[in-house]
């Protein structure tokens, strides 16, 4: 007694065709998007094979829950679902491709997004693409004079960001010992780091450096900030400037001294030659002849 080979046949070939026809309908998609807090975002997918879509639902997978946010069908449009009525925008440039558009993204848009593409007969086949919301704030400095000591100052910087930015200073020369760093994670994701120096006067008077030079890597943007050593110039220098106030009054009475002196001088010198000039005057005198003509006159 035989048993029939093609209902059996059929079997053995049918999880062939189920996985097949699986992957005739391929998702294309980045696995990662990345956005600006604060700034809009596309995310898209696309079907690789023509297919009759009758649906296109987005869905965001929050604490490993599939919830609906938006549809797109060519008969009844978009529809947006709360909370994201006011925020995004769903459509499909064509049949087999569909984007989604959130604007102004927030850290509760960081998650995974689904699109599903409802296809007759075979029913859905989607794609998963998982969102990460970056951010940087501007990088903080702050130069102090320690007033325990004058041989050191305090410099400090800080910033906050998603991720944590790597912040550097130059030069390193000027640094009297490691830094004092602080990594402070925020309930909203990001990162608060600090570092603080001590700057060693000796070495900027011995170098000759006029300022520090702070740069931050981020993701999103580089940042390099100079800030200038103006403040302690006089530590620059090796000198202090407290002494000109003195050197000035000094030149002062040194010149004052000089030009009474001058007109002192200059008034002897008139004197004396008024002085000779009567002497000479009184030495041509013809006294001998006047005493002769007047006794003459007398007789």
């Not at 998702?27 to 807090?37: M, P």
């Not at 550097?168 to 994701?189: D, H, T, Y």
Request: neutral net charge; proline residues 6%; contains cysteine.
């Amino acid at each position: 007694m035989g048993f029939p080979l093609h209902p059996i046949i059929q079997l053995l070939m049918l999880p062939l065709w189920v996985q097949g026809s699986g992957n005739l309908h391929r998702i294309k998609h980045n696995n990662n998007e990345t956005a600006v807090l604060g700034e809009n975002v596309t995310i898209f997918c696309n079907l690789t094979t023509p297919a009759d879509v009758m649906q296109i639902t987005w869905q965001k997978i929050q604490d490993s829950l599939p919830q609906n946010i938006g549809t797109y069908s060519s008969k009844y449009g978009e529809k947006i679902l709360p909370p994201y009525t006011d925020r995004l925008h769903c459509e499909a440039i064509e049949p087999n491709s569909s984007f989604i558009t959130i604007r102004e993204v927030t850290f509760e848009d960081e998650a995974c997004y689904k699109c599903l593409f409802n296809v007759f007969p075979h029913g859905s086949h989607g794609g998963q693409i998982c969102l990460n919301i970056i951010t940087v704030s501007e990088l903080r400095t702050e130069l102090q004079s320690n007033l325990d000591s004058e041989d050191f100052l305090r410099f400090t910087y800080s910033a906050v960001g998603k991720p944590a930015p790597q912040i550097s200073l130059f030069p390193l020369q000027i640094l009297m010992n490691p830094p004092e760093e602080s990594l402070a994670l925020n309930p909203n994701g990001t990162v608060t780091i600090t570092k603080m120096y001590n700057v060693s006067l000796e070495t900027v008077r011995s170098l000759g450096i006029q300022h520090l030079i702070v740069h931050m890597d981020h993701p999103l943007r580089n940042e390099e900030k100079i800030i200038p050593l103006s403040v302690k110039q006089e530590c620059t220098a090796g000198f202090s400037y407290n002494w000109l106030p003195k050197v000035g009054a000094f030149i002062t009475v040194l010149c004052s001294s000089f030009i009474i002196i001058c007109i002192i001088q200059r008034k002897k010198k008139f004197y004396r030659r008024e002085h000779m000039d009567f002497r000479q005057l009184v030495g041509r005198r013809p006294l001998g002849g006047e005493k002769k003509a007047e006794i003459g006159n007398l007789k």
